[in-house]
């Protein structure tokens, strides 16, 4: 009896064995390594906000309306006012080029006086438009009312607009830039990097695998008892001292490559815009799926009756409407467990359902228990 090809065996059992095949090959792929300062922050070294309320002058007659923004002109007189320019009570400013607006910006860590950092100007009031207007000197400051940066300059506005007789065209917003190097810091931050000790690292997210990555490389790279995992997001470094020491320390600590730990199954839906983004680490069961959609269609038209010659009537317009219900078919489809991502979008996409109902197929497939991961709606 001539044997039968392996090739030409019953098509499920070769389905099933070159389904095996790829999923080990797909576990045996490594994960891909990362820098250690791509998963971890100092503790202490951080970013702060910074706040401010200003004037903005020299706007082409699109500045604030007076009579519906009156803190305007408040801060107008006030400015004149500490300039030696007295404004009689009761005189009524038609402003037209002047713009109250809040001033933003963000001092990096380590930042010293003298140092320059980019600002974002944004209307408060009614001004149509900030384009080539001019900031007045602004003080910034931070969470505890310190002034740490003072801004003035000339703002830069990446759009455009004109308007003639009702028409109006608009590329971009006109009502917000930025001002490069805008902004001269005045006050320094306390540096957390002291002489202690110990360095905390943060993980970016928490994570016990890759806390304990984390631990063995730092310890491979610079010897055993340098670092010290305290939970699932602080690692403690015994770092040496003298400031020279401790950034070569760092600066070594923060090329140091780390394979972290899988993440975690998620499926992130934004409720608002109805996208869906999920991670390589879903999975989803063997599961039967029905979804059907309504849809309500309202056409109306106005049908006008006009009256006969000389009979005295008046024209009268009746709006007519039209209502019909459509509903999509719901057949019962099942969806086949998946092995990996690839797998998990086509079983989705044979449901051929849109985005929208796509979240709600999701939810409930997460409620039957047939979706393996964590949702998660923005």
């Not at 095949?21 to 990362?34: G, K, S």
């Not at 107008?76 to 009524?92: D, E, F, K, P």
């Not at 830069?156 to 006109?174: C, F, H």
């Not at 790279?221 to 320390?249: C, N, Q």
Request: include cysteine; glycine fraction near 10%; proline fraction near 4%.
């Amino acid at each position: 009896m001539t044997p039968t090809p392996f090739f030409r065996r019953s098509g499920r059992r070769w389905n099933t064995l070159v389904c095996s095949i790829l999923f080990c090959c797909a576990c045996a792929v490594p994960a891909q390594a990362e820098r250690l300062k791509e998963l971890v922050s100092i503790q202490g070294v951080r970013d702060n906000p910074l706040i401010g309320y200003g004037l903005m002058v020299g706007l082409d007659g699109s500045g604030d309306q007076t009579t519906q923004t009156p803190f305007t002109t408040q801060t107008l007189t006030n400015m004149l006012s500490q300039l030696g320019i007295s404004v009689a009570a009761g005189t009524t400013m038609q402003l037209k080029n002047v713009a109250a607006v809040m001033v933003t910006a963000t001092l990096p860590s380590f930042a010293r006086p003298g140092q320059t950092i980019d600002v974002t100007v944004s209307s408060l009031g009614t001004s149509k438009s900030l384009r080539g207007g001019t900031l007045l000197m602004t003080p910034l400051k931070g969470a505890d009312n310190m002034v740490y940066a003072i801004a003035q300059g000339n703002m830069v506005v990446g759009g455009a607009g004109a308007s003639a007789n009702g028409s109006k065209v608009q590329i971009n917003q006109l009502n917000s830039g930025r001002i490069p190097a805008g902004a001269i810091v005045e006050r320094a931050v306390a540096s957390a990097l002291t002489d202690d000790a110990n360095v905390m690292l943060e993980l970016n997210e928490s994570d016990f695998g890759t806390a304990e990555a984390v631990v063995e490389a730092i310890d491979r790279a610079m010897g055993d008892g340098t670092a010290t995992a305290l939970d699932a997001r602080v690692i403690r470094l015994i770092a040496p001292g003298g400031p020279r020491a401790r950034v070569s320390f760092l600066a070594r600590i923060e090329n140091i490559d780390v394979i972290p730990a899988l993440a975690s199954a998620k499926v992130v839906i934004n409720a608002r815009t109805g996208s869906v983004v999920m991670n390589q680490a879903v999975r989803i069961q063997d599961c039967a799926v029905a979804h059907g959609s309504l849809s309500v269609v309202i056409t109306t038209k106005t049908e006008v009756s006009q009256p006969n010659a000389f009979s005295g009537g008046t024209t009268v317009a009746s709006p007519t409407s039209q209502i019909s219900v459509n509903q999509a078919g719901g057949a019962l489809q099942v969806v086949r467990k998946g092995a990996s991502l690839a797998d998990v979008v086509k079983g989705l996409n044979s449901l051929g359902a849109n985005p929208q109902d796509l979240v709600s197929i999701l939810q409930a497939l997460k409620a039957a228990g047939a979706l393996r991961a964590e949702l998660e709606i923005i």
